[in-house]
Each structure stands twice: as C-alpha cells, then as structure tokens.
T-cell receptor, first 113, second 114 residues
Framework: GQQLNQSPQSMFIQEGEDVSMNCTSS?????WLWYKQDPGEGPVLLIA?????ELTSNGRLTAQFGITRKDSFLNISASIPSDVGIYFC?????????????FGRGTQLTVWP | EAGVTQFPSHSVIEKGQTVTLRCDPI?????LYWYRRVMGKEIKFLLH????????ESGMPNNRFLAERTGGTYSTLKVQPAELEDSGVYFC?????FGAGELFFGEGSRLTVL
C-alpha cells in the first residue's frame, strides 16, 4: 500500500526555537494535509494544501506542497509549550474520496520551557 | 455544535472476547470513516460510510471486524473475537459532502487486548 515517510520521528526543542518536519512518498498525492494530535484528543487539521508548489501559513505554522507532489513540509516558528503533541502528515490520491487519507507515522514534538 | 464523539474512550479486554466501539458523527455529516492507529505506526484507513452504505471497506483487516451504520446516524465497529494485534486507537471521523470536506476526528477509542 501507500507509504508516507515522515521525519523526524521525534523532536525535543527549547521554547522559542523553530521546528521543521517533512513527509515524502513514492507516489503522487493531489492533496497534502497536516494534523496535530494533542494527548487524549483526536487529530485536528492544521493546514491543507491543494496545489503543487503551494505555500500556506496558519499563524506560526507554514506548510508547502512539494513541486513533485511527492513531498510536503511543515515549519513551526518560535515554538511555545502548547505546540507539544504529535504532528501527522496525510495525503490524498487523485480520484480518492475526500476522507480516504494516507498518514505518516507522526512526529512527536516536545517543547522545553 | 457537538463534535465527533466516540465511546468507550478506553477498553481493556482479553483475547477472544468481543468489543463494540461506537461513533456519533457531527450532525448532518453523511460521510463517516473509521481509522486505526497501532502504537507507533501510521493512522490507517479502515472503512467509509456514506449514510448507511459502505462506500469503501478495503482497509478492514479481516472478517473479525464488522462495521455498521444503521439509519445513517451513529456507527458501531465490532471486533469478534479480539486478538492481541487488534490493540490500538480506533478513530472515527466525519465530513460533509460539499465544501472543503475535510475530516473532523473524534478523540478515539483505545483498545487494549490482553
């Protein structure tokens, strides 16, 4: 099946630092999504990218849809303690239903005050 | 507006027993999805309902898993008999048919099979 390689697996950073994580695939995706899961909660959509090359920001978060359509990255600037959680990338293939997503394994982010 | 709700939040059962998980989607959402995350791995698609019909069940692991959505409202996912490898967090998500259509996830039901 489809496999998304998400890295890094975990990150330990100090408050105020910038964070970068990425996702790559051997297959083309038409949509890239980034989710965050807080402890005890379900994944919440942070950013959705629908066009190759698209660069989208949501507050301190910036994500890009790779030009090859096989990768995406998420940057978090000036991290704060509430950024702690698991970040998942997800992709949607052409022709798939909206909710048929392929997820990466997640990046566990820990922010030290 | 209430979000996607799931019950139970955590279930611990022994191998061979039966467990039924329930999901109540956001009111008015015709699309309902089940996903599962085994510890440390990716979140994997299980199946998709449109109203009461199964649109895509290609992700269901085997015939020990049975999903239903009677009346097109809430959905249940039954595992019978449960095996050790069924342990994980089962997420339900729902979406509308129109607009952005992105998924809203529930908090998940953690299943531990001993």
């Amino acid at each position: 099946g489809q496999q998304l390689n998400q890295s890094p697996q975990s990150m330990f950073i100090q408050e105020g630092e910038d964070v970068s994580m990425n996702c790559t695939s051997s297959s083309i995706f038409n949509t890239w999504l980034w989710y965050k899961q807080d402890p005890g909660e379900g994944p919440v959509l942070l950013i959705a990218l629908y066009k190759a090359g698209e660069l989208t920001s949501n507050g301190r978060l910036t994500a890009q849809f790779g030009i090859t359509r096989k990768d995406s990255f998420l940057n978090i600037s000036a991290s704060i303690p509430s950024d702690v959680g698991i970040y998942f990338c997800a992709g949607r293939r052409r022709g798939s239903t909206l909710g048929r997503l392929y997820f990466g394994r997640g990046t566990q982010l820990t922010v030290w005050p | 507006e209430a979000g996607v709700t799931q019950f139970p939040s955590h279930s611990v059962i022994e191998k061979g027993q039966t467990v039924t998980l329930r999901c109540d989607p956001i009111s008015g959402h015709d699309n309902l999805y089940w996903y599962r995350r085994v510890m440390g791995k990716e979140i994997k698609f299980l199946l998709h309902f449109v109203k009461e019909s199964k649109q895509d069940e290609s992700g269901m692991p085997n015939n020990r898993f049975l999903a239903e959505r009677t009346g097109g409202t809430y959905s249940t996912l039954k595992v019978q008999p449960a095996e050790l490898e069924d342990s994980g967090v089962y997420f339900c998500a729902s979406s509308q048919d129109f607009g952005a259509g992105e998924l809203f996830f529930g908090e998940g039901s953690r299943l531990t099979v001993l």
